[in-house]
């Protein structure tokens, strides 16, 4: 798979995460189409369907996003490396504005609320095309992996309890995939969790929501039940193919849609 990396600074940095086709780089501080296709200039960035998204991450430092574009508050902190397991992070790019000479992007962060988004200078960030989407369909009870429009997976999984549901997603707001850390296939969260930005919206304390196996105690609740306190659980064999297909580094900032 080739690489597309649209470098707005520090372009002496290396990466090394495989992504889909090439695309030219547009000129610094401007959001016109990115990927090299004629659309509106301030939507080329932005998150609409399973074939269009881009992640980006810090070039050089740890950034503080904004409440607005431009200008306002700290809407939190996007760092080089994720809280849980100190890997690259990524972000989800949820949409762009251009505000004189600046692009600016506003990202899904890993904070709270859940729904957290902040904006931030494109020029501070390493930008990347996605191909990758995860949905969580609680209709069904199943986890599907597309690449681009391509279904590649869909599987059985445990969801949230009526009392501790699984969030959802709310329209054009995706939930971002943010960590990942190895398990053993015996333990109750099986051989991997992979953490996404979404929260518990009963429950603070109950903490991230994450998509992970099973072992132990959490294989008593059969695949295909609402059972969990919010995460998603799934056969190991279903999380080590997601973390296999995408590849570890590959599926970070990932959309990540729950819906009914």
């Not at 503080?64 to 996007?78: D, E």
Request: aromatic residues 4%.
């Amino acid at each position: 798979m080739r690489r597309n990396l649209i470098i707005t600074a520090a372009a002496a940095l290396a990466l090394i995460v495989p992504a889909t086709a090439s695309a030219a780089a547009p000129a610094a501080g401007s959001c016109v189409n990115p990927s090299g296709v004629a659309t509106d200039a301030n939507v080329s960035y932005h998150w609409t369907s399973r074939a269009g998204s881009w992640r980006v991450r810090p070039a050089l430092a740890t950034l503080v996003a904004r409440t607005r574009p431009g200008a306002g508050g700290k809407a939190g902190v996007v760092s080089q490396r994720t809280v849980h397991t100190g890997v690259q992070a990524w972000y989800l790019v949820l949409d762009a504005k251009q505000v004189g000479a600046k692009c600016w992007l506003r990202l899904r962060l890993p904070a709270e609320p859940t729904s957290r988004g902040g904006w931030v200078d494109r020029d501070l960030l390493l930008a990347q095309k996605l191909a990758w989407q995860i949905e969580v369909d609680l209709s069904d009870r199943k986890v599907r992996v597309y690449q681009g429009a391509v279904l590649k997976l869909a599987k059985g999984v445990v969801i949230g309890a009526s009392a501790t549901p699984t969030p959802l997603t709310m329209p054009n707001e995706p939930f971002a995939m943010y960590d990942a850390k190895r398990g053993a296939a015996t333990d109750f969260t099986g051989s991997w969790q992979l953490a996404t930005t979404a929260r518990s919206a009963v429950d603070p304390g109950l903490g991230r929501i994450g998509i992970h196996g099973r072992g132990g105690a959490s294989l008593t609740q059969a695949l295909g039940t609402a059972a969990s306190h919010g995460c998603v659980r799934s056969d190991n064999a279903t999380v080590d193919a997601m973390v296999r297909m995408m590849g570890l580094q590959g599926m970070l900032g990932a959309p990540m849609l729950v819906v009914a």
